[in-house]
């Protein structure tokens, strides 16, 4: 699988990505991430988890009441600890200015979530 951005609605060297109306239906509009999958005749388009954030606080928020990767149960506030440090492929936070790797551990099993696994799965 692939990871793209959606630069333009009629691309030179695509140009059967146009943003069409099922695109729109999910989501995907110029500037989005994109994973792009390759089935045989058949391409997958589903839209990315974002690579940036304005704060953890914005993080968190996407986090709280998504599943555990594990385990099934919610990512509740009392029950997940959210944990990051700095990392080339994490995620950037403008309002530290780094690039972070965000986990959130189920404490309901122990299970560390990444951002990206918590992302994928909702």
């Not at 692939?2 to 059967?16: E, G, I, L, M, W």
């Not at 928020?61 to 600890?81: M, P």
């Amino acid at each position: 699988m692939k990871t793209s951005r959606v630069v333009a609605a009629n691309q030179r060297k695509y140009p059967q990505l146009l943003i069409s109306k099922e695109l729109r239906e999910i989501g995907v509009n110029i500037g989005d991430l994109v994973e792009v999958e390759v089935k045989g005749n058949e391409v997958i388009i589903r839209k990315a988890s974002r690579d940036e954030y304005e704060s953890l606080d914005e993080v968190i928020k996407e986090i709280i009441d998504k599943r555990c990767v594990n385990c099934g149960e919610r990512l509740k506030l009392g029950f997940v600890e959210i944990g990051f440090y700095e990392h080339d492929g994490g995620w950037f936070i403008k309002s530290l200015n780094k690039k972070l790797w965000i986990y959130a551990k189920c404490l309901h099993c122990g299970y560390e979530n990444s951002l990206h696994k918590i992302l994928r799965r909702s």
